[in-house]
């Protein structure tokens, strides 16, 4: 026999009186076994795009290993340029800022 979401909520009310809430009861519908779309879409991305990208520099080593060594060279020069930069900037202003 299935009861309606009325049914319920009045039994599990009924059930409830001698607890003294002051809230009313809310019965929730079952949960769908199969999740939404934007779940199993995220999980798809969240280990695809890693993989395609490891593939994309794994064919970019084996077909231009120069190119890649450079380009990892220009990428490490171009961080260490910035982190120096950054620090000399929070020197600066705290010379600035005693004075």
């Given at each position: 026999?299935?009861?309606?979401?009325?049914?319920?909520?009045?039994?599990?009310?009924?059930?409830?009186?001698?607890?003294?809430?002051?809230?009313?009861?809310?019965?929730?519908?079952?949960?769908?076994?199969?999740?939404?779309?934007?779940?199993?879409?995220?999980?798809?991305?969240?280990?695809?795009?890693?993989l395609l990208?490891?593939?994309?520099?794994?064919?970019?080593?084996?077909?231009?290993?120069?190119?890649?060594a450079d380009?990892?060279?220009?990428?490490?020069?171009?961080?260490?340029?910035?982190?120096?930069?950054?620090?000399?900037?929070?020197?600066?202003?705290?010379?600035?800022?005693?004075?």
């Amino acid at each position: 026999m299935r009861l309606s979401r009325v049914e319920r909520a009045s039994l599990l009310g009924g059930c409830l009186r001698g607890m003294k809430s002051s809230r009313p009861v809310r019965v929730l519908p079952p949960q769908s076994a199969e999740p939404p779309t934007g779940v199993i879409m995220g999980a798809v991305l969240k280990k695809g795009v890693p993989l395609l990208l490891i593939v994309f520099i794994g064919y970019y080593l084996f077909t231009d290993p120069k190119g890649l060594a450079d380009a990892g060279t220009s990428l490490l020069s171009t961080t260490w340029q910035a982190l120096t930069n950054l620090f000399n900037a929070v020197i600066n202003f705290a010379d600035i800022a005693k004075s």
